[in-house]
C-alpha cells in the first residue's frame, strides 16, 4: 500500500533576516552574502533577502547561495521517494544568466551539511534560470516520483543552490 505524507512550507513573515525560518539553513561565499532585508525584487546588494520568500542576488563578492530545507522521516519506516513541487521566480539585471539548480541528500546525521559535503543528487528537471517560460512572474517547478530510500530517523537535506 501506497502512503502519501504532504509537507507545505510557507515562508510568509520571512523578512531577509539571520533569523531564518525552522528547519531551512542559508549560507553563501564571498564578502557580502549576508542578510539583507526585504528589498526581495529591488535589492541592489548581493545576499539573502525575504519578503514573505527566499531570495538570492548574487553579485562580484556574493555567490553561491545555498537554501537548505531539513526534513525528518518520522513516519515509523522507510520511505522510498518523494515529489518536490515549488514555485521559483527570478528577476535579473545586467548580463549573467545564472541557473538556480536543487538538490537532496539523504543522511542519518541532523548537523546541516556544509558546503563542501558529498553525495548530494541534482534533480535537474527542477533547475531554472531567466530563460525558464513565466520565471519572472512565478514558474511552478515539480518533479514526481524522485527515487530516494529514507529510513525511519534519516533526514532528507533539499538545496538550493544559486550561483551568482
Do not use: C
Amino acid at each position: 500500500m501506497k502512503r502519501a505524507y504532504t509537507i507545505n512550507e510557507n515562508l510568509t513573515g520571512y523578512a531577509g533576516t539571520s533569523t531564518v525560518p525552522t528547519n531551512w539553513n542559508m549560507t553563501g561565499s564571498g564578502s557580502s552574502y549576508g542578510f539583507r532585508g526585504t528589498a526581495a525584487s529591488t535589492g541592489t546588494s548581493g545576499g539573502w533577502y525575504g519578503s514573505d520568500n527566499m531570495s538570492f542576488l548574487g553579485s562580484s563578492n556574493a555567490s553561491n547561495g545555498r537554501a537548505t530545507w531539513k526534513l525528518q522521516n518520522n513516519t515509523g519506516g522507510s520511505l522510498v521517494g518523494f515529489d518536490l513541487s515549488f514555485v521559483g521566480r527570478m528577476w535579473k539585471t545586467g548580463t549573467a544568466s545564472p541557473v538556480v539548480r536543487v538538490y537532496y541528500l539523504v543522511s542519518s546525521s541532523s548537523t546541516f551539511p556544509d558546503a563542501n559535503e558529498t553525495g548530494w543528487t541534482e534533480i535537474t528537471s527542477l533547475a531554472f534560470s531567466d530563460s525558464t517560460a513565466n520565471v519572472s512572474t512565478g514558474a511552478t517547478r515539480t518533479a514526481n516520483g524522485v527515487s530516494a530510500t529514507i529510513a525511519n530517523g534519516s533526514y532528507l537535506y533539499l538545496r538550493w543552490l544559486h550561483p551568482g
